[in-house]
């Protein structure tokens, strides 16, 4: 028996990119949300250079003032959405992990249900053409 889900869709604008998981919005009433991208994790501050390229290609994706659809999949204790945010029906989290800037979750891909597999897939071609985070990689 599939279970039945609720979809809560968020309409807004986006106000900034705090990182490359991390999305400011302003939703359709006027509210500020930080929405963090489920179902992939992004290079923390840590590795430099891929932090970096991870953020710039989120800025590029999502620059101010763009109009988003984010399916919202949980609210954390902190208050922070976790969501897909889409822009023109496309998944900014899915094109994120094509173009190796991320990696998927495994603790929360279940969150992506109706995608999981297109976020197996794109991870495993952006390992094999070594795209991204991926370049330096032996894994």
């Given at each position: 028996m599939m279970e039945l889900l609720q979809l809560i869709l968020v309409l807004g604008t986006v106000v900034g990119v705090a990182d490359g998981n991390t999305v400011l919005v302003k939703d359709n009433a006027g509210q500020a949300i930080?929405?963090?991208?489920?179902?992939?994790n992004s290079p923390k501050?840590?590795?430099?250079?891929s932090a970096l390229a991870a953020t710039q290609r989120l800025k590029q994706l999502l620059p101010s003032k763009s109009r988003v659809v984010i399916r919202s999949t949980e609210q954390l204790n902190n208050g922070r959405t976790v969501g897909e945010v889409f822009v023109d029906n496309r998944s900014v989290n899915l094109r994120l992990v094509e173009e190796g800037n991320a990696v998927i979750d495994q603790e929360t891909l279940y969150?992506?249900?109706?995608?999981k597999t297109q976020f197996l897939i794109a991870e495993a071609n952006a390992k094999n053409?070594?795209?991204?985070?991926w370049q330096q990689s032996n894994r």
């Open positions: 930080t929405v963090k991208l489920a179902c992939i501050a840590t590795s430099q250079a969150n992506c249900y109706e995608t053409k070594r795209l991204g985070l």
